[in-house]
């Protein structure tokens, strides 16, 4: 979502048809993840503390903002086992 802002002024049938409430959802943000809540998704991956310092990819491994967390959380979701 490039823009929260634009994206909550849309009216509710538009809203519904992109986030279907039916679909589960999973948010990936590298900085804050308490806004994405208000979205319902099943799951956020991202960083809620402020500190570490390193090269981006350091960080996200560390912090698992990864393609592997990523999946294994949208399996969780799904209810899959993860692999």
């Known amino acids: 979502m490039p823009s929260t802002t634009v994206f909550d002024q849309q009216s509710v049938a538009y809203k519904q048809s992109v986030l279907p409430p ?10 804050v993840t308490d806004f994405w809540w208000k979205y319902q998704p099943a799951a956020v991956l991202g960083l ?3 500190g570490e310092s390193a090269p981006a ?3 996200f491994t560390f912090f698992r903002i990864t393609a592997n967390e990523l999946v294994a959380t949208a399996n969780a979701v799904l ?3 993860s692999r």
């Open 48 to 50: 809620d503390r402020y």
């Open 57 to 59: 990819g350091e960080l």
């Open 22 to 31: 039916e679909i589960p959802r999973v948010a990936v943000e590298a900085g």
């Open 79 to 81: 209810g899959r086992p």
